[in-house]
């Protein structure tokens, strides 16, 4: 247990110094929103299933009125939470490239291509100005991350986003280059996920919080259920202003108002329900840009070759089989092989298009050699 003295013509050999803990320079991933990712992206892809099949069912428009409210803007929350360190540095710069400039032009040509194939929409042809279906996530992403600084310096940044957002819903001559509006009317979700701090989540996952969400979550269908027939799913798209959708241009920023504090309330409902704790499926919230992008390819070939033509599927039962074949899709998509086969897409290096940052070079001379990058966690 004690060392013992050293005998007479011995010295004593130097005591090593502890064991370390394992590295900590490299960031230990959060389970609590792995969990939360693949959760909400588990959604996003059920309510894309639903859109087939709704018009049968009052009860499935609830739902994917209700699963729309707040599935996405939980995930551009996060997303803006783990975009709080962004700032002009080169190296962020590239990967903001990398990681998001570059799967959008991949993944928007391949789109566009699939959709001429296979497709049955007018529109032909690639263009990288007018996001098709899913790329709209990442169009905004590169510019809501670019104007990150700013949102970082502003006295006032959640009023201000959201006063552009209320702008926005009244401004139908807005371009649809890289679908601006949507990407303004989603804004104020990205800019409070740049507020939040670890401990406003800690607040959210308590037991009290657990057991309020029960009564919310089920007023909230029961509301849900009874205005679906007298309701415009257009604002939970947020693409177009209030005038586009036949509403009194004071509807935009009334509605504005109430979907934001709906989708924080829902958010935060669904938050207090995600484990903390490692789970089966925690892995698969580091691959759901892989999920959101590809289940979409899946998604609109089974709608072009009228897979959803079959009488049975609208019925209760076939409503939960497609529920089930798009969660077992997505769930798939999100995994460790198929991360790797698209990792050239998702996460291209690309070294060879990217000047060496001089400060970095200085700082790696200093250190004796490249030092390693510490891993981000992902936003998608």
């Known amino acids: 247990m004690f060392d013992a003295a050293p005998s007479h013509g011995q010295t004593r050999a130097p005591m090593r110094p502890p064991a ?29 299933s639903w859109e087939a099949l709704y018009s049968d069912s009052r009860i499935l428009r609830a739902l994917y009125i209700f699963v729309y409210t707040f599935h996405m803007p939980a995930f551009i929350i996060i997303s803006g939470y783990f975009s709080r360190s962004f700032d002009i540095r080169p190296d962020r710069l590239k990967r903001l490239i990398t990681g998001v400039a570059v799967p959008y032009v991949v993944f928007e040509t391949v789109y566009s291509l699939f959709r001429d194939h296979f497709g049955q929409d007018s529109e032909t042809g690639i263009t990288l100005l007018d996001p098709y279906f899913l790329c709209w996530f990442l169009a905004a992403l590169f510019v809501w991350r670019l104007t990150t600084p700013l949102w970082k310096v502003v006295r006032q940044p959640l009023p201000l986003a959201l006063g552009i957002a209320m702008l926005a819903t009244v401004s139908p001559a807005i371009s649809n280059d890289l679908d601006f509006q949507r990407l303004l009317q989603f804004l104020p979700c990205f800019v409070l996920g740049l507020c939040l701090k670890p401990e406003h989540f800690q607040r959210v996952r308590t037991r009290a919080m ?11 269908l029961a509301f849900a259920w009874l205005v679906v027939p007298h309701l415009n799913f257009g604002w939970f798209y947020r693409r177009d202003a209030a005038q586009e959708m036949g509403a ?25 329900w995600v484990p903390g704790r490692r789970m089966w499926f925690t892995s698969l919230g580091t691959g759901t840009i892989c999920g959101y992008l590809l ?7 089974t709608r072009w070759q009228g897979w959803y033509d079959a009488h049975w599927l609208h019925t209760p039962l076939g409503a939960i089989l497609v529920t089930s074949f798009a969660v077992t ?3 798939v ?6 991360r790797r086969v698209f990792r050239f897409v998702m996460e291209p290096k690309m ?13 790696e001379r200093q250190h004796g050699g490249p030092k390693q990058p510490v891993p981000e966690k992902a936003g998608v």
Not at 333 to 338: R, S
Request: a positive charge; glycine letters at 4%.
């Open 20 to 48: 370390q803990p394992p590295e900590r320079s490299a960031r230990k991933r959060d389970s609590f929103f792995d969990n939360a990712k693949y959760l909400a992206i588990v959604l996003v892809a059920m309510g894309h």
């Open 333 to 338: 998509l999100c995994t460790a092989p198929v």
């Open 351 to 363: 070294e060879w298009a990217f000047k060496k940052d001089p400060a970095q070079q200085a700082r």
């Open 329 to 331: 899709v997505v769930t």
């Open 248 to 272: 009194p241009w004071w509807y935009g920023p009334l509605m504005t108002l109430a979907l934001f504090a709906c989708s924080v309330v829902l958010t935060a409902c669904f938050l207090a």
């Open 210 to 220: 657990r057991i309020a969400s029960v009564p919310v979550v089920a007023g909230a």
């Open 295 to 301: 289940h979409g390819f899946v998604l609109k070939y």
